[in-house]
């Protein structure tokens, strides 16, 4: 069964990650790396997506005279979907373990970050995907 | 350039499943034949649609770097209900192609005008974060 992983942040939260050490972003995104690897191995990796920070985001609702309608500004605190990763596991347990791996990926310091992962199955039976 | 289209929705507006049958039919009709549309003009990457929000789980990693999963959230907290990953020549496509999903047909063919949140999506973390 099919489980997208989704990581959300705030427009500051984003900022404060850029404003890491070097040292302490790398050791973060090796960890990730390192899941990803894990995860082709076991035959469990579908997908993995960066989106663009919450500064590009736009909401469009309907159209106006056929020209479509955005609106592009949102409180400090709203949170943005920033990435996630779609996995084939054997049951819902193991989507959450992957999760918390990647809620435990070292922030400054070396700390976990602990950021919560949300873990949703996907309503298809098949993928879509091509 | 890729973007992703998201749709949201309310764990309090999850009634869908209560529409008539045939307004839910026509709504269904409406998506797989964008789809179809995005797929014959080369611009659909891929489209999933996700289960219910009461079968979400948000998982934080505990100490042990065990799974902590929280399944119980506020009836107005927004969940992702589907997305859509597209290549298109522009942002005004990408904006285009929102705004058609945004006014798909609701209750009485209604256009529902969802609000789709439009973001670039990231080919490769910036280099300056490896």
Not at chain 1, 94 to 123: C, D, K, L, M, Q
Not at chain 2, 24 to 50: D, P, T, W
Request: net charge neutral; aromatic share 8%.
């Amino acid at each position: 069964m099919k489980y997208i992983l989704l990581m959300s942040g705030s427009k500051a939260g984003v900022e404060g990650y850029q404003a890491w050490p070097p040292k302490d972003i790398e050791a973060h995104m090796s960890v990730l790396r390192k899941i990803s690897d894990a995860l082709t191995a076991s035959g469990e990796f579908v997908a993995t997506q960066a989106l663009s920070g919450p500064a590009e985001a736009k909401v469009v609702r309907g159209e106006k005279n056929r020209v479509p309608v955005t609106d592009g500004v949102f409180p400090e605190s709203k949170e943005f979907l920033l990435g996630y990763w779609i996995v084939d596991v054997a049951s819902p347990e193991r989507a959450y373990a992957i999760a918390g791996r990647i809620s435990a990926a070292a922030g400054p310091g070396g700390v976990p970050t602990n950021v919560p992962i949300e873990v949703r199955r996907f309503a298809t039976r098949e993928s879509k995907s091509k | 350039m890729k973007y992703i289209l998201m749709m949201n929705t309310m764990k309090a507006g999850t009634g869908v499943p209560a529409w008539p049958k045939k307004d839910l039919q026509a709504h269904i009709a409406f998506m797989m034949s964008l789809n179809k549309e995005l797929h014959e003009r080369g611009e659909l990457v891929s489209a999933e649609g996700l289960s219910f929000p009461d079968q979400a789980k948000l998982v934080r990693a505990g100490k042990d770097g065990r799974p902590i999963t929280d399944g119980i959230f506020p009836e107005s907290k927004e969940f992702l209900a589907g997305f859509w990953i597209i290549d298109v020549d522009s942002p005004d496509r990408a904006y285009e192609i929102a705004a058609q999903i945004s006014a798909a047909p609701g209750p009485g063919s209604a256009p529902l005008y969802m609000p789709i949140e439009v973001r670039p999506v990231m080919s490769a973390p910036p280099q300056e974060m490896l």
